[in-house]
């Protein structure tokens, strides 16, 4: 089903791999300036909560690009209470993203942001959301407008 929604539109490409889908548009992938293809040298996190690995990141790729602080505030115990822990070296945030859904297993990311060559003001530019209730209906619920 994956697969027949993506073919709709020729500018994206689907794979699967360790349990996870990937929906991408290759020349985004290749676009320097997007900030979902700034690497990180060294991106670590141990036994944390899926939205705290979130915040870590999004506050390294802040600081990688520049920008003069990362703040914001996290609700606690919106998640289960599986931990991640991941340490990736020279790996891209989308790759980032992944494997920290993919680690969850219970979980899909999205981009948020239009502009993804600089960093935004008063937003992020993904965000994760939990496979359960409510969100597990939104998502499908996308997909399946996607398919028509």
Known sequence: ??????????????????GLVDIFSPRAREDRSNLLNKVLKDFSVTEMETREADFQLFCAVAQAAGSQGCAGSLAGGQWEPLRITLHLQNARTYEILNAIVAQNGRAIWTVTASNLASFPQSSGLWYIYPLQEPFKRAVSERLVRMAQ
């Open 1 to 18: 089903m994956v697969e027949a929604i993506v073919r709709q539109d020729p500018q994206y490409r689907v794979t699967f791999s360790n």
